[in-house]
Nanobody, 116 residues
Framework: QVQLVESGGGLVQPGGSLRLSCTASRNIFSINTMAWYRQAPGKERELVASITSGGSTNYADSVKGRFTISRDNAKITVYLYLQMNSLKPEDTGVYYC????????WGQGTQVAVSS
């Protein structure tokens, strides 16, 4: 099984920045696409950004130009990042790290709150 652990959430003012990190361990060689999803209160979980093992990226329209997803494939660990700039209150939610390794894996989630 793949283990995913997120970090980096918190409270930030509108216009601020945060960087989320996800560490993937165990059976990392089977991982292809990784992604960040988020779930706002009372809403369904939605895709924020994804990145393939080859580095191709995809973003939700709502975050294009503000968020950047990146990935570092180390020997025994894969690191996934989400740099979030110009944050808006509507970016508030729980952010989940996702990995597709023939089976879908999810992290435990990290809370992001954008408020003045």
């Amino acid at each position: 099984q793949v283990q995913l652990v997120e970090s980096g959430g918190g409270l930030v003012q509108p216009g601020g920045s945060l960087r989320l990190s996800c560490t993937a361990s165990r059976n990392i060689f089977s991982i292809n696409t990784m992604a960040w999803y988020r779930q706002a209160p009372g809403k369904e979980r939605e895709l924020v950004a994804s990145i393939t093992s080859g580095g191709s990226t995809n973003y939700a329209d709502s975050v294009k130009g503000r968020f950047t997803i990146s990935r570092d494939n180390a020997k025994i660990t894969v690191y996934l990042y989400l740099q979030m700039n110009s944050l808006k209150p509507e970016d508030t939610g729980v952010y989940y790290c996702y990995a597709n390794a023939n089976t879908r894996y999810w992290g435990q989630g990290t809370q992001v709150a954008v408020s003045s």
